[in-house]
């Protein structure tokens, strides 16, 4: 199967809700799907196109559109085609189901995200701090209004 | 006299009591294998219900250190990751920075940077194998043996670099220097002293009946499982599924080198061990390739300073396995969005599933863990 | 007021055999010399050079540093431990293994308490001890990989010294005797290794068990347990359980040469027989820790279960089939057991 067909097969399985899908290279699937729509279409995607192994996920924060873009990378071991399955959420109240019960292989990365990013993964069994110290309360590093002045440097080589 | 016998309870210190004698015991950070975490242990004593990898203890921050910086300010902060295997670490960054300004690197810059990855591999293989060996009580003879035979590939990296690590030898656009005189004699004299100390190594270690007792049958992956946890590498492939980057998505020079993937069926501790030493064969075997059929040319060619807005992805075999990255840019010259999923973390996963599947003793944990060889380092980030 | 000095006088023998050999600085001595020799040997396996800065090349003002390094350390008792306990038992351990060397004959009649007709009997009577006072120092530091190591040396011991003793009793029937010394002297023509070869693969697998060195340093396994009930001990106390250690090796090391190769048997080079014995005894001694020395370097660990697993299923049984192959041979070849 290439990705076309899969774009193909995704637009008339969901519709409306694939708001984007690229193949820019060969082996590379982008696929934004609405947030509504997230579960079924990763559901679709491991059961019927045969994405079956995770290797990332994460979130890019956009506060001038006021989303969080979240990210899962899956590879498929039979058709060796890498999926970036990505949706928006709401970056004041970022919530989101967890994909950890389609593809087991993203419990680390979410929880991950949940603490640098604070995406609620709704579902996720073991949201609690991984990379951070256990009281840490200054807010999400990877968010870009977090503040890295405190961190710096004094002789600091970054813009100002 | 009297106040000696009161217990002070000390919270550290304590057994605490879950109920069935069982209890947890902290391995790390201040433990002669955990490296820079800690394995939180659920056990009755003997048995290993439950493994906890808790990460972080150096975590820097990498992800968020490289929007602040250029693409080639990020060399840096990227190939502090994993000391020992800077080139094949800074090679996914490299190669997704170079996707994301849109250019391609010379042919011989490849070749180069296939040698120096290679031989990263090589020298990262060692230390797993050492460290392996560490955790069944080799004393630390097997592990001083392969910290030795790394020398001479340190020195040639030396040679090459200017330094033993962290070379920062690759920039985008191709690599810092062409290969200096003498260095491809000096190259396959060691290459061929390297394949006698695979045989010894492999005779002293692989095939030692009790440190196949100690491996064999433990901590074993299925197929199936290893797709669902995204174990990476070696350990993949010692699980029966033929993933390599360098064959699945060639990058550098490895689409134009033909070498064998190496894959195991059992998914056992044994077969990663093994899985490593092979893949060093494999190694000697495509640098061989490489320094023959190294085609002449230019080593490095000019780059744009800032990136079209767009998206990049790119995968790349380190020696602990697969790493991505994910870089996203807005048209600046610094990145918008770096993610960077590195090959330990994903093993971690494999770590706290197995006692979950299958029976592990306590004597069983270090092996398990350094089976896969992981790099607490690499990790955290 | 008591005569000190006539009483040394009156005893000075037993003062000697106390005090130098085979006594304590005999023991000390072994003990200093094995942990440097353990070293270096070690060192040049692992293609390295061992202690090169204190005492020149070969290293062996290091242990004196090292010593007096331990020494002047502060003793850290954790605040959850059983204080009395934990030092007393310090004092406790070193003092077994030396009352297993006092039965060990050194020479014709040169045995700190020669225990003469029960010797061997009294060996093993003390050696029980140590397990007893090991798990005593795992549970007094109230910590958990000492408690988990000082449970599995109450594993491997019992799995362990069964066998050990069910081989040595094949030497017992053999020379009809539980006398060390008579043992020593029956093997002036041939040592018993080689009519208890059998017996002897028992006892010396049972024994790498016993002095808890690789394959079968599981109470102590590094990677797992740090230093299992040593863990906690700091200072001057962890160089008390260095000494007891190494001496619990000299104590079955010398068992193991006192059965089976023939004691203090061997050429006369010297013309006192105190000295000869000594002198055989102890070039036993030195072949006997370097074959130790090499297989904890060439060996991985044992898992508790696997250590255990052998002892009860093929070392008992090989012990016992070897106390019959013993009798039988006894019974036909030379007319019925002593």
């Known amino acids: 199967m290439n990705t076309q067909e899969a774009i193909e097969k995704l637009k008339n399985k969901f519709g409306e809700k694939i708001l984007e899908a690229s193949s820019p290279r060969e082996n590379r699937l982008?696929?934004?799907?609405?947030?509504?729509?997230l579960v079924e279409a990763a559901k679709y995607l491991r059961e019927e196109l045969g994405f079956d192994m995770a290797i990332s996920a994460g979130g890019t924060d956009y506060p001038k559109k006021n989303v969080i873009e979240l990210f899962w990378i899956i590879w498929s071991s039979t058709d060796n085609v890498t999926l970036?399955?990505?949706?928006?959420?709401?970056?004041?109240?970022?919530?989101?189901p967890t994909l950890r019960d389609i593809w087991l292989g993203v419990q680390k990365f979410e929880r991950e995200t949940w603490e640098l990013l604070g995406v609620e993964y709704e579902g996720h069994p073991n949201l609690k701090p991984l990379l951070l110290p256990e009281d840490w309360n200054e807010g999400y590093p990877l968010r870009k209004d977090f503040k890295l002045e405190p961190y710096r440097a004094p002789w600091g080589d970054e813009e100002k | 006299m009297s106040d000696m016998m009161v217990y002070r309870g000390n919270p550290f210190n304590e057994i605490e009591e879950l109920g069935d004698g069982m209890f947890r015991l902290h391995m790390g950070p201040q433990h002669p294998i955990s490296g820079q975490g800690r394995f939180i242990i659920l056990t009755d004593g003997e048995r290993v219900f439950d493994i906890e990898v808790d990460i972080g203890y150096s975590h820097r921050g990498t992800e968020k250190l490289l929007e602040h910086r250029t693409f080639i300010q990020g060399i840096v902060p990227v190939e502090r990751m994993v000391m020992i295997d800077t080139a094949n670490i800074l090679m996914g960054y490299i190669g997704a920075v170079e996707r994301i300004l849109g250019v391609e690197p010379p042919p011989r810059a490849n070749y180069i940077r296939t040698i120096v990855m290679e031989m990263n591999r090589i020298i990262s293989h060692l230390y797993a194998l050492g460290l392996l060996s560490e955790s069944a009580a080799w004393n630390p003879a097997v592990f001083l043996w392969t910290t030795a035979d790394r020398e001479p590939f340190l020195d040639l990296l030396e040679m090459l670099t200017g330094a033993r690590w962290s070379y920062s030898f690759f920039v985008p656009g191709g690599v810092r220097a062409d290969i200096p005189r003498g260095f491809k004699e000096r190259l396959l004299v060691t290459l061929d002293w390297f394949e006698k100390r695979i045989d010894v190594i492999e005779e002293a270690w692989i095939y030692n009946e009790l440190f196949r007792m100690r491996t064999e049958g433990m901590g074993v992956i299925s197929r199936q499982e290893a797709i669902e946890w995204g174990v990476a590498g070696p350990n993949l492939r010692a699980s029966g599924v033929a993933y390599d980057t360098r064959k699945n998505e060639p990058y550098a020079a490895y689409g134009e080198l033909d070498f064998k993937m190496v894959t195991h069926t059992a998914g056992d501790a044994y077969a990663r061990g093994w899985a490593r030493v092979e893949e060093m064969r494999v190694s000697v075997d495509i640098i061989r390739q490489a320094i023959e059929n190294m085609p002449d040319g230019p080593v490095r060619v000019r780059v744009p300073q800032r990136a079209k807005p767009g998206e990049a992805l790119f995968r790349v075999e380190t020696s602990r396995g697969e790493m991505n990255v994910y870089i996203v840019s807005d048209g600046k010259d610094k990145p918008y969005r770096v993610k960077i999923s590195p090959a330990s973390f994903r093993n971690f996963l494999a770590i706290e599933m197995i006692p979950k599947t299958q029976t592990v003793l306590l004597a069983d944990a270090p092996v398990l863990i350094y089976s896969f060889d992981p790099w607490f380092l690499d990790a955290d980030r | 007021m008591v005569d000190i000095v006539g009483f040394v006088q009156a005893n000075l023998p037993i003062f000697i055999k106390i005090l130098l050999f085979p006594g304590l600085l005999f023991i000390f001595g072994f003990?200093?010399?094995a942990v440097w020799y353990q070293r270096k040997y070690l060192a040049r396996i692992m293609l390295r050079m061992g202690p090169v800065h204190c005492g020149k090349r070969l290293g062996w003002l290091q242990l004196v540093a090292d010593a007096m390094k331990l020494l002047t350390k502060e003793l850290i008792i954790p605040r959850a431990a059983n204080k009395i306990v934990f030092i007393v038992v310090t004092f406790l351990l070193p003092v077994i293994p030396a009352a297993m060397i006092a039965v060990i004959p050194f020479a014709p009649g040169y045995a700190i308490y020669p225990a003469s007709g029960y010797s061997l009997l009294l060996f093993f009577a003390i050696s029980t001890l140590f397990p007893v006072v090991g798990i005593l120092r795992g549970w007094a530091a109230n910590n958990k990989f000492t408690i988990i190591?000082?449970?599995?040396?109450?594993?491997?011991?019992?799995?362990?010294?069964?066998?050990?003793?069910?081989a040595s009793t094949g030497v017992m029937i053999w020379a009809g005797t539980y006398d060390l010394q008579k043992i020593v002297e029956l093997q002036r023509d041939m040592w018993f290794v080689f009519p208890q070869i059998l017996g002897f693969i028992v006892f010396f697998i049972g024994f790498l068990g016993m002095i808890e060195k690789i394959p079968f340093d599981i109470p102590t396994a590094e990677s797992e347990l740090v230093y299992g009930p040593n863990t906690e001990y700091s200072g001057a106390m962890f160089l008390n359980m260095m000494l007891s250690d190494y001496a619990n090796v000299l104590a079955w090391t010398l068992l193991m040469i006192t059965l089976y190769f023939g004691g203090y048997n061997g050429p006369a080079i010297f013309p006192d027989p105190i000295v000869n014995g000594a002198f055989w005894i102890i070039v036993k001694l030195l072949i006997a820790i370097s074959i130790i020395f090499t297989i904890m370097i060439t060996y991985a660990r044992l898992r508790i279960d696997q250590a255990i697993r052998m002892g009860w299923s093929y070392l008992l049984p090989l012990s016992l089939l070897n106390i019959l192959l013993t009798i039988i041979l006894k019974f036909f070849l030379f007319g019925g057991v002593a």
Not at chain 1, 30 to 36: F, L, M, P, R
Request: glycine share 4%; proline share 5%.
């Open chain 3, 31 to 33: 003990v200093i010399f």
């Open chain 1, 30 to 37: 982008y696929i934004k799907v609405s947030n509504d729509a």
């Open chain 1, 84 to 96: 970036i399955l990505k949706t928006d959420v709401d970056r004041e109240n970022p919530k989101i």
């Open chain 3, 149 to 166: 190591g000082a449970f599995r040396m109450i594993y491997l011991d019992i799995a362990g010294e069964i066998p050990v003793f069910l």
